[in-house]
């Protein structure tokens, strides 16, 4: 998500006449697009702050604006702190941008009840795969989230909005999309989440979609079908799970059991077997008990998950977790997520192992930087294989045989070209 706003602030710029440099020292504007997600990423953000303080003394032009999550929830305050910060904005007010730099300082957290309606322009870096908003904000406040608070209430996009961005796209030769939302399945516009996935299959050139991310409470029957029916929508679905233990599910504010998940899940195999799922995970939630962590680990190994992220429980402050009893002292929260990444380590490899012998259609993006002649791209699955051919097949759709699995890339043998 907070890729997909650098992009519009870099199209914003472009637009007012800005040009990109990759070094601080030559730069007129620095902008820090934050996340707040966890504690360690805010803490990188003060240290990144701090270290440019000096820049401004040798370009007097220079400006310096704070963006993102951080920038909703700290607003005035981080002016406070460090005074050599000129602009303030949230993640709802990036269309303030071109405006904002007009003036000596300025500081936008203002909730924006118009976002849907806000296309902004996007300086994409890549040429083949894009990511496309389709909606803005979270309703479901689970317990340990900033997001409620620093992206707003859910706010979907137009249908023909979403549509004309991806035809455009589609016209310019990119070839993949991903749908963006925290949580896709209750976009709610003029259309539903698997009406818009229909009406977006139609749109000739782009040949693949996918979508994140998805709240297994909201996954319906009818997106199972689109994934099933839709041959340009991927069988990869992100699907959070962040516990195995339904009562820690329940202290999340998830809105649904462990049983409810496993369902779920069963009946999305069942439809398409191949479907590759990953999840996320959150170790060591308040309250946790080793009985819950072994929930989790229980689930991982039922379940076998392609991939998982998954990180320490990072108290947020304003959310509900924050304010629980029985936190998990840090030692015990790094072992439990060094189990955990321990056990899906064995298990995705189990899974990417399954795939040797296979041919998977894959979408060719790039070399490979270390060797020459080699190519790389993505299953439908989202897996990485890499393989030797040309690089004029950068851009199109080739089928691979996979003849080597690793936990986190294929190696296989070109077959042939186009879709399978
Ligand atoms: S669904 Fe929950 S975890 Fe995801 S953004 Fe919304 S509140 Fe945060």
Redesign the pocket.
């Known amino acids: 998500m907070n890729v997909h706003d650098s992009e519009k602030m870099a199209g914003i710029l472009k637009a007012e006449g800005y040009a990109e440099t990759a070094n601080a020292e030559d730069a007129d504007l620095i902008i820090f697009n934050t996340c707040s997600i966890r504690q360690k990423a805010e803490q990188k953000f003060r240290s990144e702050l701090g270290k440019i303080k000096s820049l401004k003394s040798k370009n007097p032009l220079l400006k310096i604006a704070v963006a993102g999550c951080i920038a909703q929830q700290k607003g005035r305050d981080i002016l406070k702190r460090s005074p050599h910060v000129d602009y303030v904005f949230g993640p709802q007010n990036i269309y303030k941008l071109g405006a904002m730099l007009t003036t000596s300082g300025m500081v936008c957290i203002e909730d924006n009840p118009d976002i849907q309606y806000s296309d902004l322009p996007s300086e994409r870096k890549e040429n083949i795969k894009a990511w496309v908003s389709i909606m803005y904000g979270?309703n479901?406040?689970?317990s340990y989230?900033v997001?409620?608070y620093t992206r707003g209430r859910e706010r979907s996009r137009p249908s023909l909005n979403i549509y004309e961005e991806i035809h455009a796209l589609a016209e310019k030769g990119f070839k993949e999309i991903t749908l963006l939302g925290?949580?896709v399945n209750s976009y709610n516009s003029d259309t539903d989440f698997p009406g818009l996935l229909r009406k977006i299959s139609t749109i000739n050139g782009m040949e693949r979609i996918r979508f994140v991310?998805s709240?297994p409470r909201d996954l319906s029957e009818s997106l199972t079908r689109c994934i099933k029916e839709l041959p340009k929508v991927c069988e990869h679905i992100h699907l959070p799970l962040q516990s195995g233990s339904s009562s820690i599910l329940k202290l999340m504010n998830r809105g649904y059991t462990f049983e409810d998940y496993i369902e779920k899940v069963g009946k999305l195999r069942k439809s398409i077997p191949q479907i590759a799922i990953t999840t996320d995970i959150i170790a060591g939630f308040p309250s946790e008990t080793d009985k819950d962590h072994a929930e989790t680990m229980t689930a991982l190994k039922t379940i076998e998950f392609d991939g998982i992220y998954a990180f320490k429980y990072s108290p947020r402050a304003g959310t509900g977790a924050a304010g629980m009893e029985n936190h998990i002292p840090e030692g015990i929260k790094a072992q439990r997520l060094d189990e955990i990444l321990k056990l899906q380590d064995e298990i995705t490899l189990k899974c990417n192992k399954g795939l040797e012998g296979s041919v998977q259609e894959v979408l060719v993006e790039a070399n490979v930087k270390s060797g020459k002649g080699r190519i790389t791209g993505r299953t439908r699955s989202n897996k990485i294989v890499s393989f030797e051919g040309d690089e004029s097949l950068i851009g199109g759709l080739v089928n691979i045989e996979i003849k080597t699995a690793m936990r986190h890339s294929l190696e296989g043998r070109l077959v042939s070209q186009g879709k399978s």
């Open positions: 979270c479901n406040f689970c989230c997001v409620p925290q949580n991310t709240h």
